[in-house]
């Protein structure tokens, strides 16, 4: 059987975020499943595909280098994801690649594989693992339920790469959770790029899993995944009023008592700026709703310093919000310009060491809560998933920790 003991070999760069990392996993398992083998390096690769992200200058720079790295290594490259999608941006720094498709176009990639290097005669798509080819370890996955945004927010251009809201129907998700689950997989990790707006765009139509009819809603997906024998982590979900309902479900330890809300500023003028929703009030009589039910509740948040036009005022407010929320787990991030997002063209820039004056204090800010919060929780007992086993030590995460991102050094 000549043709499966010399299968053509592609090689695979994954950059960007977690919705990158599924991108990259439904290819790789395409590709698997048609018969190509996955090459553990350029040297042995026939095509190197590289997925890209584009969402700031800098990610664009860390791609447009991994191009070319991939070029200089290999010379057969295939470039995909969110800076495909911006192919002048490629083709003007490596002209010689073979093909530039954008994100989520999985037929367009594959159709650039086949052109590029034909497909096996006799695909072993026997091989394939029922549970697809996973870039996370074996016991956490990550489930994207949607795609693309219908949010207009000034620093993003997410909308203008990826296109308006999406989601996959209910049923659909849920089959490919359970294939996860029994796969060995103990926590999955919903993501998207606005996960409360989950089933919007199809009017939340009800689908069938299970012989059960399900509406495709954020309510009843989180209700059903909770069902499975696996964590489920929901990763960013903004504070609308319909998130009220999944709080019960964390009280009744149907899914994880976590939640990952990007907020990026407390102070309302900043908020129009950025077009976001401006009701600091409402968020924090919120939060505080919310641990009333579910006292264990852990949030984690990311923040924007130094936004044009950011006042003193605004970045005191911001404190402010912080000190009042005593959020769990968060990120700052100084404003940095994206290429293509209307918030370039706002004025009263904040100056580079003002920016970072600011991330400084917030950081110093936050690290206290977080060190305050966590010296409460010394002497409690928690249920923990190991990520790594070592010879002189283990590595575990409880349910106030995703992976990845929490906790880490
Ligand atoms: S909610 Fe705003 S920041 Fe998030 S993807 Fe949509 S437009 Fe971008």
Not at 116 to 137: A, I, Y
Not at 140 to 157: D, L, M, P, Q, W
Not at 185 to 191: G, P
Not at 279 to 297: D, S
């Amino acid at each position: 059987m000549s043709f499966h003991s010399n299968p053509p070999n592609v090689g695979f760069v994954s950059l960007g975020c977690p919705k990158a990392t599924v991108d990259s996993e439904r290819i790789l398992t395409e590709l698997r499943a048609e018969g190509y083998r996955i090459a553990p390096s350029y040297e042995d690769a026939d095509l190197v595909i590289v997925n890209t992200c584009g969402f700031i200058d800098a990610a664009v720079d860390e791609s447009l280098e991994a191009i070319g790295e991939a070029l200089d290594a290999n010379g057969r490259v295939i470039v995909i994801g969110c800076l495909g999608a911006r192919e002048q941006v490629v083709r003007e720094s490596h002209p010689e690649v073979l093909a530039v498709t954008g994100p989520h176009a999985y037929q367009e990639v594959m159709a650039a594989v086949h052109d590029h290097l034909p497909q096996p005669r006799d695909p072993f798509t026997s091989l394939l693992p029922p549970e697809g080819v996973k870039l996370t370890p074996h016991h956490y996955a990550y489930v994207k339920i949607s795609e693309g945004c219908n949010h207009r927010c000034s620093f993003c251009i997410i909308p203008s790469l990826r296109g308006d809201l999406q989601s996959r129907m209910i049923g659909d998700v849920m089959q490919e959770s359970k294939r996860l689950v029994d796969a060995g997989v103990r926590e999955l990790l919903v993501i998207s790029q606005d996960t409360s707006a989950y089933g919007l765009d199809v009017r939340y139509r009800t689908d069938f899993w299970d012989g059960r009819p399900l509406r495709t809603d954020i309510q009843t997906l989180a209700r059903s995944l909770g069902e499975l024998q696996a964590w489920i982590r929901l990763h960013y979900v903004y504070p609308y009023p319909h998130v009220d309902e999944l709080i019960p479900l964390m009280a009744d330890g149907l899914i994880l008592p976590y939640l990952d809300m990007p907020l990026q500023h407390g102070s309302e003028s900043v908020l129009r700026r950025m077009r976001r929703p401006a009701a600091t009030e409402k968020v924090l009589n919120r939060l505080q709703r919310w641990r009333e039910i579910c006292p264990g509740l852990v949030l984690r948040s990311t923040f924007i310093v130094g936004f044009p036009g950011e006042t003193d005022q605004d970045f005191e407010g911001l404190l402010d919000f912080l000190r009042t929320a005593r959020l769990d787990r968060v990120g700052c991030f100084t404003y940095s310009p994206v290429h293509g997002a209307a918030a370039n063209a706002l004025p009263d820039p904040v100056p580079d060491a003002l920016k970072q004056e600011r991330f400084d204090r917030f950081m110093e800010v936050q690290s206290e809560i977080s060190r305050e919060k966590l010296a409460d929780r010394i002497g409690e007992r928690l249920t923990v998933l190991v990520d790594a086993a070592e010879e002189d030590r283990i590595v575990a995460r409880s349910y106030a920790d995703a992976p990845e991102i929490d906790g880490q050094g």
